[in-house]
């Protein structure tokens, strides 16, 4: 037996190898923190557009590394956080962020040959810093919302049948209709019963009125709360969109909670704000009736009565941009209406030309106060009318509204594009990592994988001595195949994630142990140099085959129960199982060959 190498295995190895250390490359170069600019509705970034954004980088005395335009926007790269987050502001008040979005991100350093086909991986919470939130979804209210929804339609059905005097509203969690007699009362008991599947009955006469009373049923409720969650973490997952957050982390935690991790996010208390807020509008028209509801005015406090059905809200917005009104020069938000809330609008204005209509900015505050030593919580509802204009015109898709500032024209913009969270959130736990610390764990892991790697080849060249030097290669090439395919993954490492690479680095040797015991066992027997090698690859391919696979399936159920860090440590610990069979059994095995194969040799340096 002459365990030479066939041509095709140096060749594979060979590609192998070198598309690897193309790949982890771009992981020695890192990422620089730049400001992106792009255009709203994913057009091309004018040459006036990047004019502009060099000239007030300029101004504002700041030097950029480089001015990338990729992929229809603008990359300003800076040397470290504190300019780009000067460059930011200084790029807000130059743009018209009408036109534009304006985002924190970080980019990739490399040069340009390498960026066009590799990237850097993506660093977690602990290796970046950033920020982690734990939020709260209010069930009761996501409830109490899917209940409010069928009170329009209880009062169109008392307007179809002609009956007069009926109070319909949601008064303490109890959606309930008042009427002035039985008759008429279980007259449309039977008409809400047919529209009204996902609602528990019930009724009663106090004095002179009688009542229908109706809660979800247990099934709807469930249902309200499933959906609730879901929406809210697509809402989430949108507004951290508009943030420009690479790589967010959010999960649903239990059963009414969503953790949310932002790597590398130097903006906390925006990204807080912006996340928590629940912020929307309503448009309703100027009334006189006696039932008409009281608003106050943000700008004066005065009273503004208004009627109590909604023309459109937040809900029926497709799309939401701030920007300034061409005739008062205040901040504007721009807003586009989805077909039914634009014929709503149309026919609610044609007969209403003439006419006050206001706009309602509606906001679920939450108000933390230490009382006892204990911090309580108070929700609140902040509503106020914004702004009361005449009605000269029927309005249809496109409108404007004013009455905000700049900043707050701009948040609530945001809120709108992203869509309205279904239930309000509240953070009930914070933590920040800052950058400094996030360093720290990137040199400690790296120490602590370089010093596990340094341990693991002095021992192996010491005890196996030229097949020590052997395994020692083919833990190197594992490495970077690791990297590698981190980095074409585009996959987040956490500290977990370097632990994951440390045991694999102990679990690849161990693989070349079993081969290298079983090569002296078969030497020891009388097999000729030849014969032990090809024996020792052979016979251990089973047992090494079974710990992997055994290990590679506790990953995957790792991965799937996990969350966050622990899919982080699942993930790098599956793809080191699979590059240490392919370099220690593979790899090893092409060295050995090609160092010993073909040779008449009477004993072996192992």
């Known amino acids: 037996m002459s365990n030479t190498n066939p041509l095709w295995k140096v060749v594979l190895l060979a590609v192998v190898l070198v598309v690897g250390l193309l790949f982890a490359l771009p992981n020695l170069f890192g990422s620089d923190p730049a400001v992106q600019i792009s255009a709203r509705g994913g057009g091309e970034l004018g040459a006036d557009s990047v004019a502009e954004v060099r000239a007030a980088v300029e101004e504002a005395g700041l030097t950029a590394d480089e001015y990338r335009e990729e992929e229809g926007r603008l990359l300003v790269l800076f040397p470290n956080e504190d300019e780009q987050l000067k460059a930011r502001d200084a790029i807000v008040n130059a ?5 534009h979005i304006i985002s924190l991100n970080l980019v990739p350093a490399g040069p340009a040959w390498l960026r066009s086909f590799a990237e850097p991986m993506y660093l977690g919470l602990d290796l970046r810093g950033g920020v982690h939130f734990l939020m709260e979804v209010d069930m ?10 069928f009170v329009p339609d209880w009062k169109r059905q008392v307007r179809e049948a002609s009956i007069r005097g009926v109070s319909i509203r949601h008064v303490d969690g109890v959606l309930t209709a008042r009427f002035r007699d039985v008759a008429a009362r279980d007259r449309m008991l039977k008409a809400f019963l047919k529209h009204g599947g996902d609602l528990d009955f019930s009724t009663r006469e106090e004095g002179e009125y009688a009542y229908i009373e109706a809660n979800l049923t247990d099934a709807a409720a469930e249902n309200e709360k499933r959906l609730a969650l879901q929406q809210n973490i697509v809402t989430l997952r949108n507004r951290i969109n508009e943030l420009g957050v690479a790589e967010p982390v959010i999960q649903q935690q239990g059963l009414d909670r969503i953790v949310v991790q932002l790597p590398g996010v130097q903006d906390t208390a925006r990204a807080k704000d912006i996340l928590g807020k629940t912020a929307t509008l309503e448009y309703r028209l100027v009334s006189t009736d006696s039932d008409a509801r009281a608003y106050k005015r943000r700008q004066d406090g005065s009273t503004v009565m208004l009627d109590r059905d909604i023309i459109v809200t937040g809900d029926q917005i497709t799309s939401a941009s701030a920007g300034i009104d061409q005739q008062s020069g205040t901040p504007a938000v721009f807003v586009n209406l989805d077909n039914a809330g634009a014929r709503r609008m149309r026919e609610v204005t044609e007969v209403n030309v003439g006419n006050p209509m206001a706009v309602v900015y509606i906001e679920n505050v939450v108000d933390t106060r230490m009382v006892n030593g204990q911090e309580v919580h108070r929700k609140s509802k902040l509503e106020e009318v914004i702004s009361v204009a005449t009605i000269r015109d029927v309005l249809s898709h496109r409108f404007q509204t004013t009455g905000l500032g700049s900043q707050e024209a701009a948040d609530l913009a945001l809120l709108l594009r992203s869509g309205a969270l279904k239930a309000p959130v509240q953070i009930v736990e914070e933590r920040t990592i800052g950058p400094s610390l996030g360093r720290d764990n990137i040199r400690l892991g790296f120490l602590s994988a370089l010093a596990g790697l340094a341990v693991v080849l002095v021992f192996m060249a010491w005890y196996y001595r030229v097949f020590g030097l052997i395994a020692g290669a083919a833990l190197i090439i594992n490495i970077i195949l690791i990297v590698a395919i981190l980095g074409s993954l585009q996959a987040t490492l956490t500290l977990p994630g370097i632990a994951g690479i440390v045991l694999t680095t102990g679990m690849a ?3 070349n ?16 140099v030849q014969t032990a090698i090809a024996a020792g690859y052979d016979k251990a391919f089973s047992t090494i085959a079974d710990a992997n696979v055994t290990t590679l399936i506790a990953a995957v159920v790792l991965f799937s129960l996990g969350t966050g860090p622990v899919k982080g440590f699942a993930i790098t610990l599956s793809i080191g199982i699979l590059t240490s069979m392919f370099t220690a059994i593979f790899g090893s095995r092409v060295i050995v060959n090609a ?3 073909g040779k008449r040799l009477k004993t072996l340096p192992i």
């Open 95 to 99: 743009l018209n962020l009408k036109e």
């Open 140 to 149: 009761s209210a996501a409830i109490a919302s899917a209940e409010e929804r």
């Open 509 to 511: 040797v161990d693989a």
């Open 513 to 528: 142990v079993l081969i290298f015991e079983r090569i002296r066992e078969e030497l020891r027997s009388g097999s000729t």
């Open 595 to 597: 160092i010993f194969g």
